[in-house]
């Protein structure tokens, strides 16, 4: 049981997550990394050993780099940057009928543009370790029984499990729950009661993970082998040497009964589909049968914002885009620093609630691309796979994955750049001033719960006045920003990270030494030679280490790509929510009289809408 | 003691490494990663802890990547782009003279183009980890005491160290004895006798590590601060959050002696030199002086070959540019290979007689380069410095490390573009054909102490009677190669690496399943859909990871940056050496009579300089 290094007054745990797959071990992580006493239990005796997801798309690869925790995994992971259609029919031989860039740089503009085929139990190993540096184990072999709330108690959750060891009830009280227990979630069902969860259609598909020889030529390539004959397999590269084969059990022409379906029948199959290639197996590591609907629960959370569900526990569909790690991983990522805002009393309840408007949306969103994809697989159809890509490779690379308007997401009229209220940040190289390290603007401020907020200039100088007076205010307690931040001062004294070894090369201090809940930062297209750290307002001054030249990219600048051009006096301020995507986007003009008040008063506004103090 | 996963007929060892700074283990690292049954024994109780040396050039950093070392070391240390200049003379306070990129990408063609400050310690632990993964430990607390060696027993050389713990000998015998133990290395005195090496001048310095208050501006970058009144600082950013600090102790106008230069008294003077700006230490880490003249030995080996120097052993020099750590580890990593081809067997005599013809003339030129660097920070002359900086900067970061012409190097007459034989493979991207991955051609084949062989075409099929000739031939005992490559998978069978975890994500076999001693590759400007790999040979269809479509990089491509351009029929053939140094290279028209047998004479010819079996 995990405590961090705080005594606690009552035995009333902040957080339980239920549930240690990749979903539930990211909202952990993130969560111990802000400082919250969180307790995770699993029902399992060990971390997932094979089998099961294996794709990291690529937005949740920036994921991990945020997190410290892609070097592994990008060391060991086999990469897939395209893809190939194969169709065969009683008439034509197997013949290749197309091949693809999978994530064409000018429709997903990210640092990583491939699939990372990572086995899901080196993602959890990776978090475990991570968990472990902090002090945290997950508590195994303990499944989740049920819950219950009084109302008198405050909120305060009363989670009971069964300890398989001893085989006795082992309860917890907690001020949040999170179940992160898959597809068969108990605390969907003790949290909706019996009303099961919208349902689509069904599909059954063999899944074999081994060592295949084969004379196939892409075999290194993701590729689409679609038999009129005999239906259709999907075929992923894998770490180890190894090939991932999804093998069509339904196909129109040859159907067959899923419990009919054998390794050694499915086996057969996959070579009649691969004729005339030869395909054996030297090894096989997996066999699975999935039938997978595609689902969402009517509810993301219960109505006191104390009990939450996440990833498949939420929505469950077919695995073959791979989505579902990537999805699952980001439902925590998107409610982690929610709970620590909220926790401390740091935040509105409007807040929590944003969780299951942005989240079931992006569900919905999965659900659509999902059945079109999963259909056009089935159907052989490259033509149709193909559009259904296109239509939604923005979708399955994650950068698109996007959020409608909420007390977080400002959309704006008539954006100039191509940033946008409820999207993620572009990526986009600036120059740290105070080394002169070229550095991902976007990825650059490590991620400790805070949110960012960038003044972007072309002279820092003729808006001095106005950057003053902005800065004296938000620093203030005239301002929400300011009395958050004192507060938070209190709080994180009184709750704080456990400090790692990695603390003392991140230094942590650099960011949120100024305040714990925002970064400032200084962005600007002056020359370096025309521009001194000390002439910034004090607060930029304290944050020296984020006040970046926009000198790297050409046609368009970094300010230019975010935000369009900017005319000599004006000033754009952008607000960044703690998981990357933007919150609101201001402009000014900096020498127009009032435009500070303006800018301040916006500011306030923004942030009063789900922060308190 | 280590062993390996070998029984060992009788109690010789194949080398013997003394020292266990970061030459000696990059040594060590590389052996045991070859299958070479190594021993490290070190005077010292445990890694170096402070102080030292602590800067990684760009080509160290390259080799660290290649070793699948560098992911720790990139996340931890501190990257320097720029130098600034500041000056002060009796009538001018100071003020910054000029700012420079480090390595402008116009003169350094690297990938990564800076300086990373990381402590010696934290480089020893990467290399500890990596061999005991390997299952080799550091003997401790054993420092080396003599050697001798009997005519009679072929060449065997018997080792005497000391345990420290129990007061006794320590004896092995061994094929090969590298002496890795600093500046006053005993193993030279013992190879060389009393004659001292060569010596120039000696300057005294004072070295601060700590973590410092101060409000100079540019102390996040290296910063060469010169007072005409009180001496020179260096000023290099340091790993958390510390600043390394050299203060001059010698300069004209103030020179004290190096016994009276206490902390207190350096300190004092450093704050001097940065006056009007603050500075005081809020902790140190470590304080030492060092008087170090540049030295080299004149041999770098014993007449029999059977024992070495390397590192500071071998030359010694200023640390002020960063080059110690670095040269030290390439000495190594140029010897490791030559030693594991001769204890196989595969190996005449003039292979390791290029160690010293070619790291020597390295410490040469490092003297020749630091003699002047050292002069010109004690002169304080902002021109002179940036002079030298500029014309050395090729040199400073590793890349301009070029080796003479001899058995391994063939410069060849009129290069038609960039690669130079006994110079290193420039950085370029490609296209992995099997797997459309984007690949750094220059770093893509996992090191395995083997050589590349490269054929660049743009045309395969045209090309194809020839290919397929000199393939069937460099495979046959009709050739060296062919040869080679036989004796090579017995001694590998008897005598193979550990097998570690990482080896079933890398999947040497890959790369050396067609010979142990050549990855054989071919790069073509074909476009992706007019070949496949059946296309190619079977030599090479057997190594279908390293074909290659030059496809990523446009003016100039791969090959013109390589090569130059190639007409319609030409093949050009690169030899790489086993430490990423061009051998040689051969171009013919690929329809020529005859050009096939020659290009085959002309491998054969090469290899036979240096190989035997």
């Known amino acids: 049981m995990v405590n961090g290094n705080h005594d606690v007054k009552e035995s009333t745990h902040q957080v339980v997550v239920v549930g240690a797959g990749p979903g539930g071990l990211m909202l952990t992580s993130n969560l111990v990394r802000y400082g919250i006493k969180t307790t995770i239990v699993d029902d399992r005796v060990d971390k997932t050993s094979t089998g099961r997801a294996d794709g990291l798309q690529p937005k949740t690869i920036e994921t991990f780099k945020q997190l410290g925790l892609a070097g592994p995994l990008l060391q060991r992971g086999v990469r897939i940057y395209d893809i190939c259609f194969w169709n065969s029919s009683a008439e034509t031989t197997l013949r290749r009928t197309g091949r693809e860039i999978h994530y064409p740089p000018e429709v997903v503009d990210v640092e990583e543009p491939y699939i990372l085929l990572v086995h899901q139990g080196m993602v959890e190993d990776i978090f475990l370790k991570d968990l472990r540096l902090r002090g945290v184990e997950v508590i195994r072999s303990t499944p989740f029984s049920s819950y219950s709330q009084k109302k008198e108690a405050n909120s305060i959750v009363e989670v009971e499990c069964t300890d398989l060891k001893t085989g006795r009830i082992r309860p917890f009280k907690t001020q949040y729950l999170v179940g992160c227990d898959g597809a068969h979630s108990k605390v969907r069902k003790v949290m909706l009661g019996a009303v099961e969860h919208t349902q689509a259609s069904k599909s059954a598909w063999g899944v074999l993970d081994g060592v295949i020889e084969t004379d196939f030529p892409d075999r290194w390539s993701k590729a689409v082998i679609s038999s009129e004959t005999a239906g259709s397999i999907l075929c992923i590269p894998r770490e180890r040497n190894m090939t991932r084969l999804y093998i069509e059990l339904h196909p129109a022409e040859a159907p067959i009964s899923s419990d009919a379906a054998t390794e050694e029948f499915v086996m057969w199959r996959a070579k009649e589909i691969m004729k005339p290639f030869t395909l054996s197996w030297k090894t096989v590591e997996w066999f699975g ?11 993301f959370s219960d109505d006191s914002q104390r009990v939450f569900i996440a990833g498949d526990a939420a929505h469950s569909h077919s695995p073959k885009a791979a989505q579902g790690m990537n999805v699952s991983m980001h439902d925590s990522f998107n409610l982690a620093w929610k709970i620590n805002l909220s926790v401390r009393g740091l935040a509105n309840d409007s807040l929590l609630a944003t969780y299951q408007q942005e989240r079931k949306k992006i569900a919905e969103d999965l ?90 200039t072309p002279d820092v100088k003729t808006a001095c006045a106005f950057l003053d007076r902005v800065c004296d205010e938000i620093a203030s307690p005239r301002t929400i920003l300011g009395r958050v931040s004192q507060a938070a001062t209190a709080s994180y004294a009184a709750l704080s990270p456990v400090h790692t070894e990695m603390d003392e090369f991140v230094q942590p201090n650099r960011y949120i030494g100024a305040s714990k809940v925002f970064t400032y930062s200084i962005v600007t297209t002056m020359n370096k030679d025309d521009v001194e750290i000390r002439d910034l307002p004090q607060l930029l001054q304290d944050s020296c280490w984020t006040f970046y030249l926009d000198s790297v990219m050409k046609e368009p600048t970094c300010t230019e790509k975010w935000l369009g051009k900017l005319s000599e006096h004006e000033v754009a301020i952008v607000n960044v929510r703690p998981d990357g995507y933007v919150g609101s986007i201001g402009r000014w003009n900096a020498i127009d009289v009032g435009a500070d008040d303006e800018a301040v008063r916006w500011l306030d506004t923004y942030y009063k809408g789900f922060l308190k103090a």
């Open 289 to 299: 049968i999935y039938k997978v609907g595609q689902r969402v629960a009517k509810a």
């Open 367 to 456: 659900i659509d691309f999902d059945f079109g994809h999963a259909t056009a697989i089935s159907a052989g159809d490259p033509v149709a796979l193909a559009d259904n890509f296109t239509k939604n490779i923005r979708f399955i690379s994650g950068v698109g994955a996007e959020y409608s308007e909420n007390v977080l997401n400002v959309l704006g009229k008539n954006p100039k750049g191509g940033l946008r209220g409820g999207s993620l940040l572009l990526p986009a190289k600036v120059t740290r001033y105070i080394d002169a390290n070229p550095v991902d603007l976007q990825l650059e401020i490590p991620m400790l719960g805070q949110f960012r907020i960038f003044f972007f």
